[in-house]
């Protein structure tokens, strides 16, 4: 028996995951808080582009932020703080068939997390970065965060912080190998959904900072964006993000940038007022470390058995044939 057309066509709408299949937990986060805006906007990618939820994994460190593979029906590692991007890396060079996120804050990322960051930069393997940057450390309750501005107020800077703030796009674009760099608010889900559906299609180390509101310690911080759309720079380019008609006539302070422009990406994201919003930076040209390395291919399971095998046998304490009983005394064999 043949199977017909419209079978088919109800067979393959039938297979189409749909959003309650990457829904997880119930949130925890405090109501208003933009990592909500970020995982409704993350579990529509998956949705829509489709991702097998057996072959996406969402790996974080610790902070508010990485309570996100919690919320996400997929394979997650809820791993430790700074450290989500070598566990990720890990996961890629096992398996590079699988669709990896990293879900990471300002401190997680900026602080203890930072040489990791760059290195990752570097590297550039083929993964999905969200800083979620809400300028504070929100689950240890309002310290000051490599992204704090100078002089906000917290329980580390009761006077206000003295430094001035770590600006991570800026950082990241200094990296050598950077390839893809992204800016978002959470207030703009179109925008934001956008921004995360081209670093997800981008083939290298996807950077995307979102500026997160973080209501339960910093009510106030944003409101001036909030309040005055001209505060916001929307960046404009036939290979940027489609803005839509409606965000377009919002948000009227535009500007064209090109992303293969490194240099003008430099100058764009040291702009702190309006925020720059939309592609940075995109190189699709320089090459992933997983390829080079041709990941996943050296490692079948026989492969991996053989090499353990032999690295137990270099210390494995044999008796000594020599000896009576072969009791008396031991030897490494090496
Ligand atoms: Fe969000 Fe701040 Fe609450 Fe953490 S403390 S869940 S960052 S609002
Ligand atoms: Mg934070």
């Given at each position: 028996m043949t199977t017909s057309a419209t079978q088919c066509l109800l067979r393959m709408v039938e297979e189409q995951h749909a959003l309650e299949d990457y829904q997880g937990g119930?949130?925890?986060?405090?109501?208003?808080?933009g990592d909500n805006a970020i995982l409704a906007a993350v579990q529509r990618l998956c949705r829509d582009y489709d991702l097998a939820p057996e072959k996406t994994a969402f790996v974080s460190g610790i902070?508010?932020?990485?309570?996100?593979p919690h919320y996400m029906k997929t394979y997650g590692f809820h791993g430790i703080h700074g450290r989500a991007l070598p566990i990720a890396e890990g996961v890629k060079m096992s398996r590079p068939d699988l669709h990896v996120f990293v879900n990471t804050g300002d401190g997680d990322c900026?602080?203890?997390?930072a040489a990791h960051w760059i290195h990752a930069v570097r590297y550039n393997m083929n993964l999905t970065l969200l800083l979620h940057d809400n300028?504070?450390?929100?689950l240890t309750k309002k310290q000051a965060s490599p992204?704090?501005?100078?002089?906000m107020k917290s329980n580390?800077?009761?006077?206000?912080?003295?430094l001035e703030a770590l600006n991570p796009l800026t950082v990241t674009l200094g990296?050598?190998?950077?390839?893809f760099v992204a800016q978002a608010v959470d207030w703009i889900p179109e925008l934001l959904y956008d921004i995360f559906a081209a670093a997800y299609r981008h083939k290298g180390f996807s950077f995307v900072r979102i500026i997160q509101?973080?209501?339960?310690?910093?009510?106030?911080?944003?409101d001036p964006w909030l309040h005055d759309p001209q505060r916001t720079l929307l960046l404009m380019h036939e290979n940027g993000v489609r803005i839509g008609a409606g965000t377009a006539k919002l948000y009227r302070n535009q500007r064209e940038h090109d992303p293969s422009n490194l240099h003008l990406a430099r100058e764009v994201a040291?702009?702190?007022?309006p925020i720059p919003v939309g592609i940075l930076y995109r190189n699709e040209s320089v090459p992933c470390y997983e390829d080079i390395r041709h990941?996943?291919?050296?490692?079948?399971s026989e492969q991996v058995r053989a090499g353990l095998e032999a690295e137990f046998d270099k210390y494995t304490i044999w008796p000594?044939?020599?000896?009576?009983?072969?009791?008396?005394s031991a030897a490494v064999r090496g």
């Open positions: 119930v949130p925890r986060w405090c109501n208003g808080c902070g508010c932020s990485s309570r996100f900026c602080s203890i997390g300028h504070v450390y929100g992204t704090s501005p100078i002089g580390t800077t009761p006077r206000g912080a003295w990296v050598q190998n950077v390839s509101r973080c209501p339960e310690f910093l009510p106030k911080m944003f040291s702009m702190e007022d990941a996943g291919e050296l490692h079948t000594d044939k020599g000896t009576a009983g072969g009791e008396a």
